[in-house]
């Protein structure tokens, strides 16, 4: 394994999963041994010694980042009531929310209170894309389900249901089974 402290510039090593298996997953989540507890307490950087060391320009954008929060807010009310209101009336199977915020960071004993606000941050942020980006592609598979002429840089899990680019036959042929295929995730 190589060693944690890398220069700058030097590329991390991607972590296998389960390399420290220092928890077992419980219904309730992660449950440390309490050896591995103490293990991240003695870790745990004081928020001072954090504020300290902090670089002043990130401290100066920190307000920008957090100013998203309020469009994260807005974004995560209009797509739930979006869903909510029309999903039902096209037929098209609801996303589950919870199944893309997923919390479970701020927990960690080697955070200090900052590192865990902004985990909890980050993780609504990139748990609600995720959610947004599921419910848009769900709207655009009942609604435009053509496949782009260029193929996008990132793709929503419902984009292989999507007829040809420049096909009209299949087009005017397969609409309405591609608009109805959510065999996939009906419950």
Request: charged share 15%; hydrophobic share 40%.
């Amino acid at each position: 394994m190589s060693d944690p402290k890398q220069t700058p510039g030097t590329p991390l090593q991607k972590i296998q999963p389960n390399l420290f298996p220092m928890y077992e997953m419980t219904g309730q989540g992660p449950v440390f041994t309490a050896q591995a507890k103490q293990a991240h307490r003695n870790v745990k950087t004081p928020l001072w010694q954090y504020l300290r060391g902090a670089r002043l320009m990130a401290v100066l954008s920190a307000p920008i980042i957090y100013l998203c929060l309020i469009a994260f807010l807005l974004l995560d009310l209009s797509v739930s009531l979006y869903q909510g209101i029309c999903f039902p009336i096209y037929g098209i199977p609801k996303v589950r929310r919870a199944n893309y915020l997923v919390f479970d960071r701020g927990g960690l004993h080697y955070l200090n209170v900052l590192e865990r606000f902004n985990c909890i941050y980050c993780s609504y942020a990139n748990g609600l894309i995720a959610y947004v980006t599921e419910v848009v592609g769900r709207t655009e598979q009942h609604w435009c389900p053509i496949k782009h002429a260029r193929k996008p840089a990132s793709q929503h899990g419902r984009y292989n249901y999507f007829l040809p680019y420049g096909n009209a036959g299949a087009y005017r042929q397969q609409l309405d089974d591609v608009r109805d295929a959510f065999e996939d995730i009906k419950p």
